[in-house]
């Protein structure tokens, strides 16, 4: 009988194995000799784990095959653009693939930019929002938002290693075209971190010219940059918007000793009333007992408090409604 060829592995040598003859016990063929393999690329290349890549240069490169590329190893964000499974794929991560490999040259801005400085909690679900020369030639992607026009240097800047508008130019892009509210939340939270002063700001939407200049420096106008969370700024929107009298915002209540006892949101302190937002962090158990501590400070110290959860911030007339009684009762002694 002719000799049977056993393949070991898609590049193995072959092995010649003598066949018994019918009714002769089997022979032990001794080891199996294989030849030496022809090398593949390892399904993970270290050069390529927890990164964001282009998938047509890996493969040519040689660092990962057609197949693996494919593989659950890998997880494709846009085309040809591709991430290790294991990255833990955030908005800014977006906007760096994006703006390094998907549309070179372009620059994460608008609320992109807001979520790279910080202010603005944008999910890997939201869009990408970048700018690019008008010049700049590419159809449409799912999860990318472009703008075309053109962009001064001094308005480009880089942070996490992505091109983005520097806080500025976020600030002014932002009151350009936000809605009202959403614009005036913007500009507070910038102005709050320091990136840029709200006199910066002012001056910038004072001399724009162009669509939305005007929304822009209404906006401007209204933020004050000490609200310290978004539903702060709305908060005193709404309160801005009453006919109650203005409160004082980030108001340092004292004792009757001038010893330092809480500082509060929003205050009438003629009034001893305070307006506190509560978030949901508020409520953690961490939180609770030195909240109930500082509540037990202002009240001993003359003061009552109106406390506003979200859900009041969008049922406006009832909260103004709560404050303006509140407003109305006799005053502690």
Not at 11 to 20: D, M, N, Q
């Amino acid at each position: 009988m002719r000799p049977v060829a056993l393949f070991l592995g898609r590049e193995a040598a072959v092995s010649r194995i003598s066949a018994p003859a019918c009714g002769q016990p089997a022979r032990d063929p001794g080891p199996v000799v294989q030849g030496p393999p022809v090398p593949r690329p390892p399904s993970s290349p270290p050069p390529l784990r927890g990164r964001v890549f282009c998938g047509s240069s890996v493969v040519r490169e040689g660092l990962l095959t057609p197949a693996q590329l494919r593989s659950s190893a890998w997880r494709r964000l846009y085309p040809d653009v591709y991430a290790c499974a294991g990255l833990e794929v955030t908005h800014a991560i977006r906007a760096l693939a994006v703006t390094r490999l998907l549309l070179p040259g372009a620059v994460a801005s608008g609320r992109s930019a807001a979520a790279l400085w910080g202010v603005d909690a944008r999910t890997p679900e939201d869009d990408v929002e970048v700018t690019v020369p008008p010049a700049c030639r590419g159809g449409a992607v799912t999860g990318v938002r472009v703008t075309r026009r053109p962009l001064p240097a001094d308005a480009v800047t880089r942070t996490r290693a992505v091109p983005v508008t520097t806080p500025l130019r976020t600030a002014l892009d932002l009151a350009r075209t936000l809605p009202p509210v959403d614009a005036v939340v913007a500009l507070d939270a910038l102005v709050r971190t320091g990136l840029v002063g709200l006199a910066d700001v002012r001056g910038a939407v004072a001399t724009a010219t162009g669509r939305g200049c005007r929304r822009a420096r209404d906006a401007a106008a209204r933020a004050d940059g000490l609200a310290e969370s978004p539903q702060e700024t709305r908060l005193r929107l709404v309160l801005h918007a009453s006919t109650l009298p203005p409160p004082v915002a980030q108001h340092t209540v004292r004792d009757a000793e001038g010893r330092f006892v809480a500082r509060v949101d929003f205050a009438w302190p003629e009034h001893r009333l305070a307006v506190e937002y509560e978030g949901a962090w508020h409520g953690q158990p961490q939180n609770v007992a030195r909240d109930r501590a500082r509540l037990n400070r202002l009240t001993a110290a003359g003061w009552r408090v109106v406390f506003v959860t979200a859900a009041d911030v969008y049922r406006p007339a009832q909260l103004l409604t709560r404050i303006a009684a509140a407003l109305a009762a006799p005053r502690s002694a």
